[in-house]
């Protein structure tokens, strides 16, 4: 069966950090590309970073981060442990949110946050506030 399963979320003070994880299941996660997307009560879901696939070597494991988050966020992948993850520094109010890691067939990073997701897992909340 093939899953994405988030973890790390939880509740953090403005200015600290948190990493989330994205686990793969049923799938060999570094064949895929992967991105991360947020959405906050009210608001429509966002995309935030992105991974390519190891699959064209042109653009293997190249990143793309939205404005919103650049130079704060990082996103990596560990291959042994097919998990994608999400270091999130300098968190703000406004990162408050539930985070989703998604991927699917013919998606591509330099098209980031627009393809065809169509694996997602079941989110994690992530709580900035004091």
């Known amino acids: 069966q093939v899953q994405l399963v988030e973890s790390g979320g939880g509740l953090v003070q403005p200015g600290g950090s948190l990493r989330l994880s994205c686990a793969a299941s049923?799938?060999?996660?570094?064949?895929?590309?992967i991105g991360w997307f947020r959405q906050a009560p009210g608001k429509e879901r966002e995309g935030v970073s992105c991974?390519?696939?190891?699959?064209?070597?042109?653009?293997?494991?190249?990143?793309v981060h939205a404005d919103f988050v650049r130079g704060r966020f990082t996103i990596s992948r560990d291959n042994a442990k097919n998990t994608v993850y999400l270091q999130m520094n300098s968190l703000k109010p406004e990162d408050t949110a539930v985070y989703y890691c998604?991927?699917?067939?013919?998606?591509?990073?330099?098209?980031?946050?627009?393809?065809?997701?169509?694996?997602w897992g079941q989110g994690t909340q992530v709580t900035v506030s004091s």
């Open positions: 998604a991927t699917g067939a013919d998606i591509f990073c330099s098209w980031f946050p627009h393809g065809e997701y169509s694996v």
């Open positions: 049923g799938f060999t996660l570094e064949d895929y590309t």
């Open positions: 991974i390519s696939s190891t699959a064209d070597r042109t653009t293997a494991d190249s990143t």
